[in-house]
């Protein structure tokens, strides 16, 4: 049950085009108090001042001893950032801010349901929970220093604490985003080769309570299929009368945190002192195959990254109240909510529930009762925000000074309304091009020294040079019109390592394209291959148009179009399946699934509805298709391949381009009559 594919279909393809915007400059207010307000930062930060220029980055963090060389390129492409430092990551953002900030808040988490109780968590208690929670895996779990912990958590504190936990232990932690299903939460836990989970027994969504532990099940049986067995599933006890759990406790391989905590309270760990290069974390994202890639993080590099564009991109400063209303479980969540504002000793916001939920002033209440003054968020938040309360910003009294976007291209009616609105025209806006490989930031303005510009995320940022190449790696002059492949010709500390366990994929998806020569040990032979389609202005700001590989970004979430066709191949009646990403109002872009049926076979909505169910059991929900059209046949090369471009095409009503040379044209007349006069 194997499908051919005809590789290119991407979202880049069918990015909608946007007339280029006028600039908006930056309140002086907001200047006046800018980490960088001085252009000589530039100079800096100049090209000929790399790789050192980091070492600005690297200061903002306490080293146990120091690094001998900044940037390690003798085995590229595994660049090793800081090389002979050693640190630890929760000793830099937990402990070395008691002596002064001890009753500071450093997390303040926003529950659902709202009428419970904000929880602040002050870097004394922070430092408290850290400490019981590691010595609670060291000695209960017996985890050491390289091992990989995987955690299956919602937005609950309880995740900043269990990844700076194992951060002091120098564990690498692997955080599945809590939406995910149990079963591809226990392909993580395989692929990681994880023998510890820690989940929760339930929380509220949109005024649901989701029964989560029983997901932890499924993971384990997953997992142990794939030849993975995990000795320990930790439960954190939150909803004890409401869940199920009590009751389907494994014996000797489930225990309650709670209860195992007493065991440990008042118990100090000393940080582990890591080198640099010690891996921090795991963030799987999806790929052009099933298998999920791990993303390995480093500890110094990172680390350094996320403080410095922190400061210098999001301009906190110890005493602003920052709101990241992102998911933990994504690469932004670790970078921008826990590890650069807890770095530089912020108070960091997390909520849990939607944006919306109860009301869609739901947002602008916690801002206005929170004091928030940095805010950032994804464009399908915004949108949701911008249909559902286009006014409800003016009912609160709140003030921001920052707003960031981040996750997806953002049209510029949806960001003036941000800014405008949202923003009350008193804050910047910086757009922030990245991906969960990069650890941080790669596009975006500088907020108090560059102008902003709708619907472009802006020049590189400091020290990281995006270029754009055609398919033969020539560079695509800017403001040439024309679109190609992003790349970034220097490696920057945020890089990712490797694909844990895959360090062959790693060098083949990333830098095989456009390596000028693989025996180089100069990094100006290596550019970095991001997988995404960009065109340049002539002002250099770059515009992102999309994935060009086979990923779909739904609502800012990456889903690989294979993991979703071989989840609808588990239905026993499907025979083939194609995704294809058509434009959606809110979401940026969905998905919809094609498949046609084994024969003899007719089309019925419960094959339809079995589909969506089986996506969402092997990926969840985020993933369930907006349309699922069952075909008689689908578009084919003569070599038997599936033209998803032409798929594509006909679900965004685009032209589908020449199919006089498929094996079956007339099918696409048939399909096109078949969805459009449907939709
Ligand atoms: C941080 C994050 C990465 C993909 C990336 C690109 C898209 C991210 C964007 C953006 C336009 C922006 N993307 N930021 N597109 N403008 N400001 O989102 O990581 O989940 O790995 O997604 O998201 O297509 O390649 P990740």
């Known amino acids: 049950m194997t499908?051919?594919?005809?590789?290119?279909?991407?979202?880049?393809?069918?990015?909608?085009?946007?007339?280029?915007?006028?600039?908006?400059?930056?309140?002086?207010?907001?200047?006046?108090?800018?980490?960088?307000?001085?252009?000589?930062?530039?100079?800096?930060?100049?090209?000929?001042?790399?790789?050192?220029?980091?070492?600005?980055?690297?200061?903002?963090?306490?080293?146990?001893?120091?690094?001998?060389?900044?940037?390690?390129?003798?085995?590229?492409?595994?660049?090793?950032?800081?090389?002979?430092?050693?640190?630890?990551?929760?000793?830099?953002?937990?402990?070395?801010?008691?002596?002064?900030?001890?009753?500071?808040?450093?997390?303040?988490?926003?529950?659902?349901?709202?009428?419970?109780?904000?929880?602040?968590?002050?870097?004394?208690?922070?430092?408290?929970?850290?400490?019981?929670?590691?010595?609670?895996?060291?000695?209960?779990?017996?985890?050491?220093?390289?091992?990989?912990?995987?955690?299956?958590?919602?937005?609950?504190?309880?995740?900043?604490?269990?990844?700076?936990?194992?951060?002091?232990?120098?564990?690498?932690?692997?955080?599945?985003?809590?939406?995910?299903?149990?079963?591809?939460?226990?392909?993580?836990?395989?692929?990681?080769?994880?023998?510890?989970?820690?989940?929760?027994?339930?929380?509220?969504?949109?005024?649901?309570?989701?029964?989560?532990?029983?997901?932890?099940?499924?993971?384990?049986?997953?997992?142990?299929?794939?030849?993975?067995?995990?000795?320990?599933?930790?439960?954190?006890?939150?909803?004890?009368?409401?869940?199920?759990?009590?009751?389907?406790?494994?014996?000797?391989?489930?225990?309650?945190?709670?209860?195992?905590?007493?065991?440990?309270?008042?118990?100090?760990?000393?940080?582990?002192?890591?080198?640099?290069?010690?891996?921090?974390?795991?963030?799987y994202t999806s790929g052009t195959t099933a298998r999920p890639k791990g993303c390995q993080h480093s500890t110094g590099g990172y680390l350094s990254y996320v403080a410095g564009t922190s400061k210098y991109y999001q301009d906190i400063h110890p005493e602003d109240t920052y709101w990241c209303c992102a998911d933990i479980g994504w690469i932004t969540g670790h970078s921008y909510i826990v590890y650069g504002p807890l770095a530089l000793g912020t108070t960091s916001v997390i909520y849990e529930g939607s944006p919306t939920h109860p009301d869609p002033g739901r947002v602008w209440r916690i801002a206005e009762r929170l004091g928030v003054n940095i805010f950032h968020t994804a464009p399908t938040t915004i949108r949701m925000l911008r249909k559902l309360g286009p006014d409800e910003p003016g009912k609160y009294?709140?003030?921001?000074?920052?707003?960031?976007?981040?996750?997806?291209?953002?049209?510029?009616?949806?960001?003036?309304?941000?800014?405008?609105?949202?923003?009350?025209?008193?804050?910047?806006?910086?757009?922030?091009?990245?991906?969960?490989?990069?650890?941080?930031?790669?596009?975006?303005?500088?907020?108090?020294?560059?102008?902003?510009?709708?619907?472009?995320?802006?020049p590189g940022v400091l020290g990281v040079y995006p270029v754009i190449y055609d398919e033969d790696g020539n560079t695509v002059e800017a403001g040439s019109g024309s679109a190609g492949n992003i790349c970034i010709r220097n490696p920057w500390p945020g890089i990712f390592q490797t694909i844990w366990g895959?360090?062959?994929?790693?060098?083949?998806?990333?830098?095989?394209?456009?390596?000028?020569?693989?025996?180089?040990?100069?990094?100006?032979?290596?550019?970095?291959?991001?997988?995404?389609?960009?065109?340049?202005?002539a002002d250099g700001y770059f515009r992102i148009l999309g994935r060009v590989d086979d990923v779909i970004n739904v609502a800012g979430h990456r889903l690989g179009t294979k993991e979703l066709e071989s989840a609808s191949l588990t239905v026993g009646e499907v025979a083939e399946a194609a995704a294809v990403p058509v434009v959606d109002e809110l979401r940026g872009r969905a998905v919809e699934m094609y498949v046609a049926l084994k024969p003899g076979l007719a089309p019925s909505a419960e094959t339809e509805h079995a589909v969506s169910d089986a996506i969402e059991r092997e990926i969840g929900k985020i993933a369930r298709p907006k349309n699922v059209w069952i075909v008689s046949d689908m578009p084919k090369t003569r070599s038997g391949k599936i033209m998803r471009r032409v798929i594509a095409g006909i679900s965004n009503f685009a032209d589908v381009g020449d199919v006089s040379t498929l094996a079956n044209p007339e099918v696409v007349e048939e399909i096109r009559h078949h969805i459009q006069s449907d939709k």
Not at 180 to 185: D, R
Not at 527 to 535: K, R
Request: proline content about 7%.
């Open 3 to 283: 499908t051919a594919h005809e590789p290119q279909v991407s979202e880049a393809q069918i990015s909608v085009h946007w007339r280029e915007e006028d600039y908006y400059q930056p309140p002086a207010k907001f200047i006046g108090q800018a980490n960088a307000a001085d252009p000589e930062i530039f100079r800096r930060f100049a090209e000929e001042r790399f790789p050192d220029c980091f070492k600005e980055y690297a200061d903002l963090l306490s080293w146990d001893s120091y690094w001998h060389t900044t940037l390690d390129t003798s085995n590229p492409p595994f660049w090793k950032w800081f090389a002979g430092g050693r640190l630890n990551a929760c000793y830099n953002c937990v402990d070395r801010h008691l002596a002064a900030d001890r009753s500071k808040a450093a997390l303040i988490w926003v529950p659902e349901p709202e009428a419970e109780d904000t929880r602040t968590i002050t870097y004394q208690e922070l430092h408290r929970q850290v400490n019981e929670f590691a010595s609670l895996l060291r000695e209960f779990c017996g985890v050491r220093p390289g091992d990989r912990v995987t955690f299956h958590l919602p937005m609950v504190p309880e995740l900043p604490v269990a990844m700076l936990a194992c951060a002091r232990l120098g564990v690498i932690h692997s955080e599945v985003f809590g939406g995910f299903s149990g079963t591809a939460c226990g392909e993580r836990i395989a692929d990681s080769g994880s023998r510890v989970l820690v989940t929760m027994d339930g929380y509220y969504r949109n005024g649901q309570l989701v029964d989560h532990k029983t997901k932890a099940d499924e993971a384990v049986r997953t997992a142990a299929e794939r030849g993975q067995p995990v000795d320990s599933v930790l439960v954190w006890r939150r909803h004890a009368d409401r869940c199920s759990s009590q009751a389907a406790m494994v014996d000797g391989r489930d225990f309650f945190v709670d209860e195992l905590l007493t065991e440990h309270r008042g118990a100090v760990v000393t940080p582990v002192s890591m080198p640099s290069e010690a891996p921090l974390f795991l963030m």
């Open 397 to 458: 009294d709140y003030h921001l000074k920052h707003m960031t976007t981040v996750g997806e291209p953002i049209e510029p009616e949806v960001w003036r309304w941000y800014h405008d609105v949202a923003g009350k025209g008193e804050a910047v806006v910086v757009d922030t091009w990245w991906q969960t490989e990069n650890g941080g930031f790669l596009g975006s303005t500088l907020p108090a020294l560059q102008p902003m510009k709708p619907g472009s995320c802006g």
């Open 502 to 537: 895959q360090p062959e994929r790693f060098r083949q998806i990333y830098y095989e394209k456009y390596c000028r020569n693989p025996d180089s040990t100069d990094w100006r032979d290596w550019p970095y291959f991001a997988g995404d389609g960009a065109v340049q202005a």
